[in-house]
């Protein structure tokens, strides 16, 4: 790019030597503006910068690509680094279930009524997003999860009747061609599964490239499937993916929700806190404020998964909620659909309900908004305040008691 120093450059490649880059033409000329560029969301979205990795790393990378070492010394010391930066966060790898004494490396089921799917042909995206927790999938073989056997999802699904939801993830589904879509989604039609309701699709595809509903050679196929899936009485809904309000303002990505709704598909919002990028209420008031009006329901704000970049993006637990509170105090009604602030953790989505005083203690009142054991769910409990925790992982319970009131059960679940 014309707008980037030889530096800058340089920093970007060994950035992206650890953590996946990509972009393309639509956030490149559509999203970012180049007059300001090096604090514009979007370049920090989509490219890295070179304090998403510690000091020690970068050099490390970058000394090796100045001295022109070999591709395999780089590799080496590319994937020590990787693996630093905990490729398996929530312990992801706890919820592949195994069936019929066959691992299914391509379907995680955390919760009870919900199974999330990674189609194989679904495991890249249009873009990368420098925060994304699921980088490893685009980097590390060892921690991709994947698959394209339809009888199996089929046989899975027949055999968990309490299974409501199929969320089709990845990566990013919607970089599949329909005719994909459509293997996987008459298959499930053609199998008349009583319990499947919902039909999910995690995306940032309408942030990012939104023409796959508007423009692409198969758009209109897509639109179509999604009508017949609708009219089978199955629910259609789009998980998408907008940190920003930015996101919502071209005219693309305006018609392309304007479509998806006329097919019947409901657009669900969500976005992590980010630093640098939205750790502000007015952004978030903005957001969900402009999602409503073009018809989009607001559904989680999430807190930055320690994995990655963490430590670039990452808000304190405390400044996190005051930012919630502040946006939610904005906006009417329509809009308070949104949970959160939740930390999507190996036990479950952990909500940050407020700080408060009680015993004379100050505290973190938390709650679960979904969990491994769906009796843990609207349970209150509380931790003690710190004000520099970033993540479950930092606070300790409250009152002095031993542990958390899920511990043991979540101990025995993994055991």
């Not at 919607?174 to 989604?185: I, L, N, P, S």
């Not at 940032?204 to 897509?222: C, G, I, N």
């Not at 190996?346 to 009142?365: C, H, R």
């Not at 843990?376 to 931790?383: D, E």
Request: with cysteine; charged share 25%.
């Amino acid at each position: 790019m014309e707008y980037l120093t030889e530096e800058q450059r340089f920093n970007i490649e060994v950035v992206g030597t650890v953590l996946p880059f990509k972009t393309n033409n639509y956030v490149v000329d559509e999203l970012i503006d180049w007059r300001n560029f090096e604090d514009d969301p979007f370049f920090i979205l989509n490219f890295p910068q070179k304090e998403m990795l510690d000091e020690d790393s970068f050099n490390t990378v970058a000394l090796l690509l100045k001295s022109s070492a070999s591709k395999k010394e780089v590799q080496e010391a590319v994937r020590k680094i990787r693996l630093k930066l905990n490729p398996n966060p929530a312990g992801q790898e706890s919820n592949v279930p195994v069936f019929q004494d066959e691992r299914l490396n391509g379907i995680q089921h955390k919760y009870r009524e919900t199974m999330l799917f990674f189609p194989t042909q679904g495991q890249t995206c249009h873009a990368y997003c420098t925060f994304c927790f699921r980088w490893p999938q685009f980097a590390l073989n060892e921690f991709k999860f994947a698959m394209k056997e339809s009888d199996t999802l089929i046989q899975y699904l027949k055999a968990n009747p309490q299974i409501t939801d199929v969320l089709f993830t990845g990566g990013d589904p919607a970089v599949m061609k329909t005719r994909f879509f459509e293997t996987y989604f008459n298959a499930l039609l053609d199998a008349d599964i009583p319990n499947l309701k919902n039909i999910r699709i995690g995306t940032k595809s309408l942030a990012y490239w939104p023409y796959r509903y508007t423009t692409d050679d198969d758009a209109d196929d897509l639109i179509d499937l999604f009508r017949k899936v609708k009219s089978k009485g199955i629910s259609v809904a789009l998980m998408a993916h907008f940190n920003h309000p930015g996101e919502l303002k071209t005219a693309a990505v305006k018609e392309a929700v304007k479509r998806l709704i006329s097919a019947g598909v409901q657009i669900r919002s969500q976005s992590p806190v980010l630093r640098h990028i939205n750790n502000n209420a007015d952004i978030w008031a903005e957001n969900w404020k402009a999602q409503v009006k073009l018809g989009i329901i607001p559904y989680y704000m999430f807190i930055a998964r320690d994995t990655g970049a963490q430590d670039y993006f990452a808000v304190p637990l405390n400044q996190t909620w005051q930012i919630f509170r502040n946006a939610y105090n904005q906006v009417s009604g329509i809009c308070r659909t949104v949970k959160g602030p939740s930390m999507s953790c190996s036990p479950g989505k952990i909500q940050i309900v407020g700080v408060s005083e009680v015993k004379g203690e100050k505290v973190f009142v938390l709650t679960f908004l979904q969990g491994r054991d769906p009796s843990w769910v609207g349970k209150p409990f509380f931790a003690r305040y710190n004000p520099d925790a970033i993540w479950i992982d930092d606070l300790e319970p409250a009152f002095d008691e031993p542990k958390f009131f899920f511990e043991d059960s979540y101990c025995e679940m993994l055991a």
